[in-house]
Nanobody, 126 residues
Framework: QVQLVESGGGLVQAGGSLRLSCAASGLTFSSYTIGWFRQAPGKEREFVAQINWSGGYTYYADSVKCRCTISRDNAKNTVYLQMNSLKPEDTAVYYC???????????????????WGQGTQVTVSS
């Protein structure tokens, strides 16, 4: 049974930083791209960042580029999202998810992600 558990969210002032973690179990973690998405109240879930199975390829949404860094530790079955210079518009529930296919290098399409965590709330105050 695949499980993803996000953590690290919280309340932070604008300009602050947070590091989100996504711990996975029940799958061959090192074979799958992992993505981060977010969903603000009343909005669609949107892509934030992804990292391929080896960690050698990362991709970011324009809205977070240069303010976020995604990384992974395959020995710990964990992916991280370091977010800096946070803005009130970054407020959302953040979800991690696994790709449906092994060894895919890139996808930003949420339909390509099979398993999702329960999310972690990030709130940025102005």
């Amino acid at each position: 049974q695949v499980q993803l558990v996000e953590s690290g969210g919280g309340l932070v002032q604008a300009g602050g930083s947070l590091r989100l973690s996504c711990a996975a179990s029940g799958l061959t973690f090192s074979s799958y791209t992992i993505g981060w998405f977010r969903q603000a109240p009343g909005k669609e879930r949107e892509f934030v960042a992804q990292i391929n199975w080896s960690g050698g390829y990362t991709y970011y949404a324009d809205s977070v580029k240069c303010r976020c860094t995604i990384s992974r530790d395959n020995a710990k079955n964990t992916v991280y999202l370091q977010m800096n210079s946070l803005k009130p518009e970054d407020t959302a529930v953040y979800y991690c998810a696994t790709d449906t296919k092994r060894y895919r290098i890139f996808t930003a399409t949420k339909e390509d992600y099979a398993y999702w965590g329960q999310g972690t709330q990030v709130t940025v105050s102005s």
